[in-house]
């Protein structure tokens, strides 16, 4: 087992364009998370899947942004119409279990930069 | 309020001193309590976690909870400079796992 696996790792874009996150988490894993993480913070909770429904989104993933973990494996996270201030680190999680003690593997992250 | 306080730092420390590093929470319903450790460009790995108050060794780290004061502290002993991180406090509630902004920790050799 490889680990969490997320694709690209830098995605440079213009304003405007739209882009998507993979995530490949790890196999055995039926929980997975999105994050988001910009400069001097720490990761912010996006929404989160079990197998392949969504339990919930927070409120900071407006309707731009589109998660979907087709057949509970990989994931991909969309954002339509990127502004520069959707610049951040995007990480994947992966768990294991309906009592998740909190330990979440991470992958290594996508960067985006919107200019 | 933020649900989760963490100074950013950055904190900076002689090899070999002992690194307190601290977080407060305003959540009871928190149930979790965990400690991960992000190198540069690289995604957080978890380095402790526990449930009840007190504390939790595991080699050179020590972390302790309070729920009473709603307070939570990682302890490094030792400190190396391959421990030059941040360091993000985490809690769990319900099936989240809320962050900590996050400190920056420097060993100086």
């Known amino acids: 087992d490889t680990g969490v696996s997320q694709d690209p790792r830098h995605k440079i874009t213009k304003r405007g364009q739209n882009v998507t996150f993979r995530c490949d988490p790890i196999?055995?894993?039926?929980?997975l998370y999105w994050y988001r993480q910009t400069l001097g913070q720490g990761p912010e909770f996006l929404t989160y899947?079990?197998?392949?429904?969504?339990?919930?989104k927070s409120r900071l993933l407006s309707d731009r942004f589109s998660a979907e973990r087709p057949k509970g494996s990989f994931s991909t996270l969309e954002i339509q119409r990127t502004e520069q201030g959707d610049s951040a680190m995007y990480l994947c999680?992966?768990?294991?279990?309906?009592?998740?003690?909190?330990?979440?593997?991470f992958g290594e992250g996508s960067r985006l930069t919107v200019l | 309020q933020k649900e989760v306080e963490q100074d950013p730092g950055p904190l900076s420390v002689p090899e070999g001193a002992i690194v307190s590093l601290n977080c407060t929470y305003s959540?009871?319903?928190?149930?979790?309590f965990m400690w991960y450790r992000q190198y540069s460009r690289k995604g957080p790995e978890l380095l402790m976690y526990t449930y009840s108050s007190g504390n939790k060794e595991d080699g050179r780290f020590t972390a302790q909870v309070d729920k009473s004061s709603k307070y939570i502290s990682l302890f490094i002993r030792d400190s190396q400079p391959s421990d030059s991180a941040t360091y993000l406090c985490a809690m769990r509630r319900d099936d989240k796992i809320i962050f900590g902004k996050g400190t920056r920790l420097h060993i100086l050799p």
């Open positions: 999680a992966s768990s294991f279990g309906q009592k998740n003690t909190g330990e979440l593997f």
């Open positions: 196999s055995e894993h039926n929980r």
């Open positions: 959540n009871s319903a928190f149930q979790y």
């Open positions: 899947f079990q197998n392949e429904a969504q339990l919930e």
